[in-house]
């Protein structure tokens, strides 16, 4: 199909990746939970997976969308 | 469940969801060009999208919900509906079973049938298929409506068209909104990419549940302690009867209990109805036959993707315990831990009953077990007497403020609602942004359980009972066209189906137990049809027949020993022996299994008697590429060793049973 999967599930990882970091940033007494600050640890594993998908996706070599 | 308080940064990780799934539709719509586009995805889309897609299409949220449940219930047991339940059936469907399902171009399970049987085994097959569908995604929007309702802080309340439209409503209807605009713009493959992106999100939003869950829990070998604890004294956490006691290793080990017997293991098994009933006959009827999961697999490119698809999906099935049943296990052993203060959830009660129960414990005197008696009844649930006259003598001591007598009154509660285990780890666990992101990947899932079986139910409609039967000969447009028309239809049965779901709970049970006859007989069906040529389509119709009455006779005259009185007397018709009790079972598994292999070995030896007993209506060059004697082998020299099936699945399998001896 047209469309290559990769792009849309890399752009929503980052973006959630990023709100999770930007979230703990500011909220940090709120985001702790069991010694560490999940949100921010996660949002950097979801940003880093995003941006891997992205990767994929560019190396795949399909347009992203443009609808 | 109390209302979760959710931040601005929950909602916007739901709403980016909804428009990336919406996004992708509308992204889609401009490929769908023929009905083949829209409804089986013009075979075009790669081996990994399929694979996973195929997984996923089976881990529906109820799954995710019931399985965390079973991990608290049952323990690392539960792990049998994945390592014996499900990998094994996903390697044999990959090795054997596609060749024929691909290599005929059938574009349904039902047309398969059709060209190896004959057209009243597929109009069967068809028909069943679809109410099924269409019932399960109704019960998949009801549970999404109700988790909605329960969950979210709004009340709503409004009038469209004189109609009174509350929270339930609006949730079910907006959800299946989103659901109906995506499948209806990108058709299958829109399914099948959503299905893919709520993998992720599944595998994402959980697991930092469960590492935390664990750390907190004070690691693997601590947890596993913790278990043992549970198992010898199960009653303590409402999990079994009083003086029900295991082994030590009841909820720590997967087979050891159960090869030592249905009264050693919780699960009430036997390892027999473990391997047949539930690895053979249940697991190979649901993944061989089953079209949801099957038209993933023949969406894809070529022979050798179909055939790797389910290969795929075998890896992360196997690993999934970890995210969807050790959650369970984390749950009871954490309740097992004084100082956690966590317990499973108890059944939701009123704040009426609770208000009433609270004036009771402040008047009542010390010792009195007639007001320990009325709390019970005030509450609507069964609760634990020494802890209720524990906390009446502690307010009559020093008085207890309100709050505290109702957390001692929820403490008291000697029930568990299992279901509730799964959100009520992700309260203790998600802070905001993570709460969004786990709460997301379980409205993904509900909402890509409705998409999949709507999916399945417009092609199963368009080509095998309109094309087939309504109006044959027309053109493809009109095709297209009907696929689009009834996935609106299919979308609107399901939620009058979600209505009745949230009317009748019962009607529900029922529907599902009759699937549940359904279901078990049609792998034996399916076996004779591709390995015997002598297989007659008559005898194969009847056979099936035989089969379901089999299952509903079987339940009918057998039932679990706890569902009869002193007196002898069935208590619940629902859990079987309403025409009399033959046999009993230590169990409702233990029930189901048995019913299955029952089922199985009586549609098994009906299909092959008739068979003998009628005239072949096929010759041995119409059932070329249907039959596996009379099909040429597929070729697969020339490709890398980790793309032959036969190679990979041997690997997958010793893997699996690597696991099993780990976790013996």
């Known amino acids: ?67 | 469940m109390q209302p979760i308080h959710l931040a601005w940064v929950d909602y916007t990780i739901l709403i980016a969801y909804v428009a990336f799934v919406l996004g992708i539709g509308w992204v889609l719509a401009r490929y769908m060009k023929t009905s083949s586009d829209f409804l089986i995805s013009g075979h075009n889309i790669p081996t990994w999208v399929t694979g996973l897609a195929f997984m996923a299409a089976n881990l529906g949220a109820l799954e995710l919900v019931g399985m965390a449940a079973s991990g608290a219930k049952y323990g690392i047991a539960q792990i049998h509906f994945y390592w014996i339940g499900a990998i094994p059936a996903m390697v044999f469907l990959a090795i054997f079973m596609m060749p024929f399902y691909y290599g005929s171009k059938a574009r349904s399970v039902p047309e398969f049938l059709k060209m190896r049987f004959n057209e009243p085994v597929r109009a069967l097959n068809a028909l069943l298929f679809a109410v099924m569908t269409v019932f399960a995604s109704g019960i998949s929007m009801d549970a999404l409506a109700r988790l909605l309702t329960n969950l979210l802080p709004w009340k709503l309340d409004t009038n469209i068209l004189g109609m009174n439209f509350g929270s339930y409503d609006i949730y079910l209807w907006i959800c299946s909104g989103v659901v109906l605009l995506y499948v209806l713009k990108g058709g299958l493959t829109s399914a099948i990419y959503t299905e893919v992106l709520q993998f992720f999100m599944i595998v994402l939003g959980f697991a930092p549940v469960v590492y935390l869950g664990l750390q907190d829990a004070g690691g693997w070998h601590t947890m596993n302690h913790a278990l043992q604890g549970v198992a010898t004294n199960p009653a303590a956490f409402y999990l079994q009867p009083a003086g029900v006691h295991y082994a030590p290793d009841a909820w720590s080990s997967a087979w050891t209990p159960v090869l030592a017997g249905p009264a050693a293991n919780p699960l009430g098994v036997d390892w027999f109805a473990v391997v047949f009933g539930l690895g053979f006959v249940l697991s190979f009827g649901y993944w061989c036959t089953n079209f949801l999961v099957v038209q993933r697999a023949m969406a894809a490119r070529n022979m050798t993707a179909a055939r790797n698809t389910p290969l795929i999906a075998t890896v992360p099935k196997m690993l999934f315990p970890l995210l969807v049943i050790l959650p369970g296990m984390i749950a009871i052993a954490l309740a097992s831990m004084p100082n956690k203060n966590y317990r499973i959830p108890p059944p939701i009660v009123s704040q009426a009953n609770y208000d009433k129960a609270v004036d009771l414990v402040k008047n009542a005197n010390p010792a009195d077990d007639a007001a320990v008696k009325a709390v019970g009844v005030a509450l609507g649930v069964t609760v634990d007497p020494a802890k209720v006259t524990k906390l009446i003598a502690g307010n009559a001591a020093t008085k207890l403020s309100d709050d505290q007598i109702h957390e001692g009154l929820y403490n008291s509660i000697a029930e568990n609602d299992y279901n509730s285990v799964i959100l009520s780890l992700l309260k203790k666990y998600c802070p905001p942004g993570l709460m969004g992101l786990a709460l997301t990947a379980l409205l993904a899932s509900f909402m890509s359980g409705m998409a999949g079986n709507v999916t399945a139910f417009n092609t199963i409609w368009t080509y095998d009972l309109y094309q087939a039967y309504f109006a044959p000969n027309k053109s493809d447009a009109h095709y297209f066209w009907m696929g689009k028309f009834i996935t609106v239809v299919g979308i609107l049965i399901s939620i009058c189906c979600a209505y009745v779901a949230k009317q009748y709970n019962n009607a529900m049970d029922i529907i599902q137990l009759v699937f549940g006859f359904v279901n078990a007989p049609v792998f034996a069906t399916f076996l004779l049809g591709m390995f015997w040529k002598r297989t007659t389509g008559v005898a194969a119709f009847i056979g099936l027949f035989s089969g379901i009455a089999a299952s509903t006779v079987f339940h009918a005259l057998t039932t679990t020993t706890g569902n009869v009185d002193a007196a002898g007397h069935v208590i619940n018709h629902m859990k079987g022996g309403y025409l009399g009790v033959v046999s009993k079972f230590p169990s409702e598994m233990a029930q189901n299994f048995w019913l299955a292999i029952f089922a199985f070995a009586a549609c098994f030896l009906v299909t092959v008697f008739l068979s003998l007993a009628t005239r072949r209506t096929k010759t041995d060059e119409q059932l070329k590429g249907l039959v596996y004697s009379l099909t040429p082998k597929t070729v697969d020299h020339n490709q890398p060793w980790y793309q032959r099936p036969p190679i990979v699945g041997t690997v997958l399998i010793i893997a699996c049973i690597i696991l099993n001896i780990i976790f013996w």
């Open chain 1, 1 to 67: 199909m047209g469309l290559d999967i990769r792009w849309p599930i890399g752009l929503m990882f980052s973006l959630i990746g990023v709100l999770l970091i930007g979230y703990g940033a500011v909220n940090s007494s709120d985001s702790m939970r069991v010694g560490v600050n999940i949100n921010i640890v996660w949002g950097v594993l979801l940003l880093v997976f995003g941006v891997l998908m992205l990767v994929g996706a560019v190396r795949g070599g399909k347009k992203p969308p443009t609808a």
